[in-house]
């Protein structure tokens, strides 16, 4: 799937079958159901998956809470726009799901 593909996809009512979770999480955050993205995020215990819930957490207004999940996630507490970091994940998580 290409980033492309991924935005594309939003026009739907559901996101593609089989899209990995974390993906998943972000197209529903990109849909406005940041609840759904959020639960579905904070069930991936991997370093992605606390990018992600750092980013939620970020995009809630939530500082602290979003340092904490950066840290887990080994990357720096994001300043830019969130609609960046956004893509930045989606391409992050497009290229190791399905350019391996």
Not at 69 to 92: F, L, M, N
Request: hydrophobic share 35%; proline share 4%; net charge negative.
């Amino acid at each position: 799937m290409t980033s492309h593909e991924f935005r594309f996809s939003l026009k739907e009512s559901e996101p593609i079958a089989d899209l990995p979770p974390l993906l998943q999480a972000l197209w529903w955050d990109a849909k406005g159901d940041w609840q759904r993205a959020h639960q579905i995020a904070q069930d991936v215990e991997t370093r992605d998956g606390a990018w992600v819930h750092a980013y939620l957490h970020r995009k809630e207004g939530d500082a602290s809470n979003a340092g904490y999940w950066y840290r887990q996630a080994s990357k720096p507490h994001c300043a830019g726009e969130t609609e960046v970091e956004w893509c930045d994940i989606v391409d992050h998580l497009l290229e190791i799901e399905f350019h391996k």
